[in-house]
């Protein structure tokens, strides 16, 4: 399949809201156009959504698809608006997009808004040490990339100061998620504006891509839901992660979305609900099973 068919196939549709909320959607403050990182092509930034009250809350990263290529921190802006309804603050970011910014840029971008978000906590109004992610497809592999790896998806590109915060997270919710690139044909050129050549030619860039390269003991529990009828991320992925992260002792759990394809399976409202209380369960330290 070659990249003029994945990208729409891969983006994420807008989520509105579910029709479910403690909080109504009035009552949230949101902050739109946050910068986040400066980089050289110019600033990033993140729409901050946040539940009434003092806080602190627990914070989620919110991380749009599209194929890594195209989108917008909008896309997902119903599910940020969702779950700071639900007493999450949602941070929501655009991040740099290929073929102009290759792999690891974007990984490189979440870890910063990672940063941003501890060191931004109290203006935020976020809990530093309760983090969460939540993405679907390209931000699906983002997130779970964050959840299990740590500095050694970096490049030498990016330096980060020392003492800085840390980016892991507490909490993985996602779905349609790419988690392992180490299988596909060595000679596809199927991601190669992405990450810059076939697996043959760059197999080390693929394997840095894949969060199941990853999967430790010291890894967040982790929620994923997939499409029944999903064409383009393979079952067999998040199934995959699933076994590997509950091998490692980590929690770990596959909600299959009945009768829904990839672009659909983002907004059932089921699929959603499940990866709030995922979430606030996970985040407010209740022992998950």
């Known amino acids: 399949m070659n990249r003029s068919r994945i990208a729409p196939l891969l983006l994420s549709v807008f989520v509105g809201c579910v029709g479910w909320a403690a909080t109504a959607a009035d009552e949230i403050e949101t902050r739109y156009g946050e910068v986040y990182v400066e980089r050289d092509s110019g600033p990033l930034k993140a729409d901050v ?22 989108g ?21 970011i655009s991040y740099r997009l290929a073929p102009e910014h290759k792999f690891p840029a974007q990984i490189e971008d979440c870890q910063a808004a990672v940063r941003w978000m501890r060191e931004q906590a109290h203006q935020l109004k976020i809990d530093e040490n309760r983090i969460g992610g939540f993405g679907y497809s390209a931000g699906a592999q983002l997130v779970s990339l964050l959840g299990t790896s740590d500095s050694e998806a970096n490049s ?17 919710a996602c779905g349609g998620a790419p988690c392992d690139f180490r299988t596909l044909p060595p000679d596809s050129r199927m991601l190669s504006f992405w990450l810059g050549g076939t697996r043959g030619e760059k197999p080390e860039q693929y394997r840095l891509a894949s ?29 995959s992660m699933c076994w590997a992260l509950k091998q490692a002792g980590i929690p770990a759990e596959l909600y299959i979305v ?23 369960q996970a985040l407010h330290g209740e022992e998950l099973q």
Not at 212 to 234: I, N, R, Y
């Open 211 to 239: 969060p199941a390269a990853f999967v430790s003991p010291d890894d967040p529990p982790m929620f994923f839901f997939h499409g029944e009828k999903d064409e383009l991320v393979p079952r067999a992925s998040p199934e």
């Open 258 to 280: 009945p009768d829904l394809g990839h672009n659909f399976a983002v907004m059932d409202k089921r699929a959603l609900r499940k990866s709030v209380e995922f979430l606030s």
């Open 49 to 70: 959504y946040l539940p009434p009250g003092k806080g602190p809350f627990p914070g989620v990263l919110v991380v749009h698809g599209g194929a890594w290529h195209i």
């Open 156 to 172: 030498e590109n990016e330096t980060v100061a020392e003492g800085s915060p840390s980016t892991r997270l507490q909490a993985v």
């Open 72 to 92: 917008t921190r909008a896309q997902l802006s119903g599910v940020a608006q969702l779950l700071a309804q639900n007493g999450l603050a949602s941070v929501a």
